[in-house]
């Protein structure tokens, strides 16, 4: 004979199985779609120029951004992000990184151990807010996660203009603190989505820009391999 609690206590058990098989084969499948995206080129036939702009992506494993000269005869940064927005803001930077991502992870999931299951539950569901994230940086060093990319003048133009649009897309923006003293968040457009992704966007600058990058790079091995180290 069966009990009731004990068939119960079966089926259960089965179905968090079959869950977690699920889930299982849903990220399996996610991380091979992710890299055969990634190894789609858009502007195959770029090349970096001789002499041009150096810029550099940066990326911590699992996100990536753009990290840019504060200031040059194209743009002056400190007037789109200026230093006063951070906590401390006398130091002599020379370099921003931006890069863009999802509000509550950016807010409130200080390291990934923090983040929880719901979180990425809703927003595969349905998405979240984009944040812009600008760091101050002095005379940052490259390195493996951190490797320059030189680029055409007009390239880079794009890239600004790219940017600003995003940056200026709300009047008056809200801004939050950053996780440090040089580095803050600012209110901006778009909708953070599993295929719009941190590393999603960073590519899409660059696309956009001209620059060759994968095509779909939800993770932050597909931005850097077309990153030379």
Not at 10 to 29: I, P, S
Not at 39 to 51: F, G, H, L, T, V
Not at 191 to 220: E, K
Request: proline letters at 8%; a positive charge.
């Amino acid at each position: 004979m069966v009990y009731p609690v004990a068939q119960a206590a079966r089926l259960a058990l089965r179905a968090v199985k079959w869950a977690a098989l699920g889930l299982t084969l849903a990220a399996a499948l996610l991380a091979l779609a992710g890299w055969a995206g990634s190894s789609i080129p858009r502007n195959p036939d770029w090349n970096a120029p001789a002499d041009g702009v150096e810029i550099m992506v940066e990326t911590n494993g699992v996100h990536t951004a753009l990290v840019l000269p504060a200031a040059n005869r194209i743009k002056d940064w400190h007037t789109t992000f200026p230093p006063a927005d951070v906590t401390n803001p006398n130091r002599p930077y020379t370099h921003v990184s931006v890069s863009w991502g999802e509000r509550e992870i950016f807010l409130n999931t200080p390291t990934w151990w923090d983040l929880r299951p719901m979180t990425v539950l809703r927003i595969l569901g349905f998405g979240g807010e984009g944040l812009l994230h600008v760091a101050h940086y002095v005379r940052p060093a490259p390195g493996a996660d951190l490797r320059v990319l030189r680029v055409s003048p007009a390239q880079y133009l794009r890239l600004v203009e790219l940017i600003e649009m995003q940056a200026l897309s709300v009047k008056r923006p809200r801004r939050w603190p950053g996780y440090g003293s040089y580095d803050v968040f600012y209110e901006t457009g778009g909708r953070y989505t599993f295929t719009r992704t941190c590393n999603q966007w960073t590519s899409d600058m660059l696309a956009a820009a001209g620059i060759r990058t994968g095509w779909w790079t939800p993770f932050a091995g597909g931005v850097m391999k077309w990153v030379p180290g």
